[in-house]
């Protein structure tokens, strides 16, 4: 899996999973398998972080997110609107 971004000043980084699974999501929302598929996308601030995370989980069936900060800490966790079990 790709490493932790190394962030700046504000940045915060998100990543996506499964919310049935806990298996982590690329930034296309597929289960991430290898080294080469991007898991973190990085924002300026966390309120665009926010912003887009709570857009897609209100259009994503069982997509959950979480922004951490440059330290690797948990700013937010934002559970999926949308279960469905398969």
Known sequence: MENFPDLKNNEVTLMRSDALTGHVL???????????????????DVQLALKYAEALISVKVNIECVIYDKDQEVMHYLPSRNIKPN
Do not use: G, P, R, S
Not at 29 to 44: G, P
């Open 26 to 44: 690329d930034d296309q929302c597929v289960l991430a398998l290898n080294d080469t598929q991007k898991v973190y996308t990085i924002f300026d």
